[in-house]
Structures are given as structure tokens and as C-alpha cells.
């Protein structure tokens, strides 16, 4: 369905719970927030409901994503169930790959092929730190356990923090080199306290491309590779298996062309990663309320979506957000 400035909002990212079991320092404070107790977040029934619906009107892509999606129990079978909804032509998932050595083979065997997998740093020492205590071996033995399973693409998402990771980039970049993966190196986003509170680690796209572009030659791959490369400018490393790529939401923001909603584990329907603006499902699905209820509140979500949002490079200073991005669904 178009919304309001013609755009085709057709790409639905479902946070399938708000738990996580990383404390990754910028994406959630350690202190001063609370979980959800477990009827405050959708069941899967009720997520398959509004997912069904919601394909009614035109979508076709559903990313899955939390919170940690892998962390809550059944969501193999969960993830079977979505891949049976007649006109979803595409089941995608993003996690910190800390469980996925256990689930990565089912995972696949459910038909979701496309994976993406959150790694800030290649180094020990680095990831414990910035995951809160995470161990990195597992990460590794999950992506393993991904490339067996028959994950294609394999994308490893890469927030890019100045002074911590981005003297990293290059390692990232030579891991694209050996392994036909796709690196994403993202812009981190002012939303939880933390990152506010350090503006300074804010390291633009175009300077992580200059960064690489004096080591590597990169060749723009024109035109759109996988289906899925959404807003992310993607490179070929010349004379490397893999590619890479940058989101870059925060410098030269996409809105324009953005086709997303968002449903959080809590079940509201939000327009804008960086907008308050949320529609609550819930409220509606647990009074057992008719399809055409449930369709027309996502019409006017999708009629309440803003021509862009209002981030910038200048004021990372200001909290973008009131809630916490593992809470609303990455
Ligand atoms: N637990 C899963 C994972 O780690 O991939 C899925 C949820 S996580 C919130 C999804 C993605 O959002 C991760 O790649 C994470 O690095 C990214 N993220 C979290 N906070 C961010 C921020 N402030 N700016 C940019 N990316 C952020």
C-alpha cells in the first residue's frame, strides 16, 4: 500500500520479544529499564495474525528481530508457521548469532535463507566489552553453523564506533576478502542514553569509505545484487569473495525511499524507527477484534508515516528516541 508520499510500504520488522542475552553498551543501558512481563508481549499466534493481514495489503518482505529473537522458546516452529503465509516472499533474521550454532541448521530447514548476524569487533577482549560480557567464540562457531546450514546471503552487521571499533574496519573489510559474506558497517543512531551521552563516537559512512577505499579497491555494484541490499550502498572488494556495505541513516538518511514499518514485541505498530508515532495492535488483537479492524489500523499507521525523520550529524546530542532500540526491534 502507498502512504502518503507515494512510497510502497511493503517490509514489516517483527522484534519477536524485547529480552536479549547481550547488554551491548549502545543499544541498551545497563541499568533503568525494565523486560516486559510475558502478556505484555505478543503471542506468536497473535504476530502470525497481524503478519497474515498485513500481507493482505501488500507486504512481502518480514525481518525478524528482537531483543535477541533466538532467546525465546519455539521460534523455530514460529518461524515454520510464517513461512507458510501465502504471499510472503521473503523471511529474513537478524541476531547476535550467540545461539546460533544450537538453531542454525532449523532455522534454515524452517525456510528462512537469509541471515544477518551483529558483530561489532573481531577482537576477544573488544566484543566482551562491548557486548556486556558476551564470548565471541560462539558468534564464530555460529556463523560456522550458518554457512553449513546454507545461509545465502550471510550479512554481518558492524556498528562502527569512533575511538573503539574503527580501527577495526580493515579486518572487517579482509574478512569480506576470504569469506563470501557481506559486511555492513553501520552509523551508530542516537537513541539510548549511551550514545547520546557520547556523541563523539559518531564515525560518518563516507569516512569509513575513505578509510577503506585507501587500502582496497572497491567496485560500486550497480544496480541491486540481492533483492534485500535495501538502503545499504554495497561494494565489491576487488579480488574478494565477499562485499560490503553502509548504512548510512544517519549522514544521508533514506527516507525517501523507506518501505518499513516496525512491530514491537509489545505489539504497536510504529511508523519511524525515530518517531514516537506507534498504533497499539495489541490492545486491539487481545479484544478479538475483526480482520477488517486490524487491517484498517494498519492503514492508518501506514497513512501516519512521516516524510523523513529529523537526525543529523549536528545534534547527536539529542535523545532521538524514548525508547530503547532492543526494545522497539533493530
Ligand atoms: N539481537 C539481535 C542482534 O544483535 O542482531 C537483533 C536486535 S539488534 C537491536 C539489531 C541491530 O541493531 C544490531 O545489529 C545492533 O548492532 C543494531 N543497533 C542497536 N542499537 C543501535 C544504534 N543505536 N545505532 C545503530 N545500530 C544499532
Redesign the pocket.
Known amino acids: 500500500m502507498l502512504d502518503k508520499y507515494d512510497r510502497d510500504i511493503n517490509y514489516l520488522r517483527v522484534s519477536i520479544t524485547d529480552r ?1 542475552n ?1 547488554r ?1 553498551t ?2 541498551r543501558p545497563k541499568e533503568g529499564f525494565s523486560l516486559k512481563g510475558h502478556d505484555d508481549i505478543l503471542r506468536y499466534e497473535e504476530i502470525l495474525r497481524v503478519v497474515s493481514q498485513a500481507v493482505k495489503m501488500g507486504f512481502i518482505k518480514v525481518r525478524l ?5 533466538l532467546v525465546r522458546r519455539g521460534f523455530v516452529e514460529f518461524a515454520a508457521a510464517m513461512k507458510k503465509i501465502q504471499g510472503l516472499q521473503d523471511i529474513s533474521l ?3 548469532g550467540i545461539l546460533l550454532d544450537k538453531y542454525a541448521q532449523g532455522i534454515f530447514n524452517a525456510g528462512i535463507s537469509r541471515i ?3 558483530l ?1 569487533s573481531l577482537d576477544e577482549q573488544k566484543y566482551f566489552q562491548v557486548t556486556g560480557g558476551g564470548n565471541i567464540h560462539d558468534v564464530f562457531r555460529g556463523i560456522a553453523a550458518a554457512e553449513k546450514a546454507g545461509f545465502d546471503p550471510i550479512k554481518i ?1 558492524t ?1 562502527v564506533l569512533k575511538g573503539f571499533n574503527d580501527d577495526e574496519v580493515l579486518k572487517f573489510v579482509e574478512l569480506a576478502m576470504n569469506k563470501p559474506f557481506q559486511i555492513r558497517f ?7 542514553e549511551v ?1 547520546i551521552s557520547q556523541p563523539q563516537s559518531f564515525l560518518a559512512a563516507d569516512q569509513m569509505l575513505n578509510i577503506i577505499g585507501k587500502h582496497f579497491e572497491l567496485e560500486p555494484i550497480n544496480g541491486k545484487k540481492h533483492k534485500s541490499d535495501g538502503p545499504a550502498k554495497i561494494f565489491k572488494v576487488k579480488g574478494g569473495r565477499g562485499e560490503i556495505g553502509f548504512i548510512n541513516s544517519v549522514s544521508n538518511h533514506f527516507c525517501a525511499t523507506c518501505n518499513r514499518m516496525r512491530l514491537t514485541a509489545d505489539g504497536k505498530l510504529r511508523v519511524c524507527l525515530l518517531k514516537e508515532e506507534e498504533l497499539d495492535l495489541k490492545e486491539a488483537l487481545r479484544r478479538h477484534c475483526s480482520d477488517d479492524e486490524l487491517v484498517g489500523l494498519i492503514r492508518r499507521a501506514i497513512l501516519l508515516k512521516p516524510a523523513k525523520h529529523d537526525i543529523d550529524c549536528t545534534d547527536r546530542h539529542l535523545k532521538k528516541c524514548l525508547r530503547d ?2 526494545d522497539i ?2
Not at 528481530?65 to 529473537?69: D, I, K, Q, V
Request: glycine share 12%; net charge negative.
Open positions: 536479549c547481550l551491548c549502545y543499544c528481530t528482537g531483543g535477541e529473537p537478524t541476531t547476535n544477518n548476524i551483529s561489532d552487521n556498528v553501520i552509523e551508530i543512531m542516537p537513541i539510548s550514545n532500540m532492543s526491534g533493530g
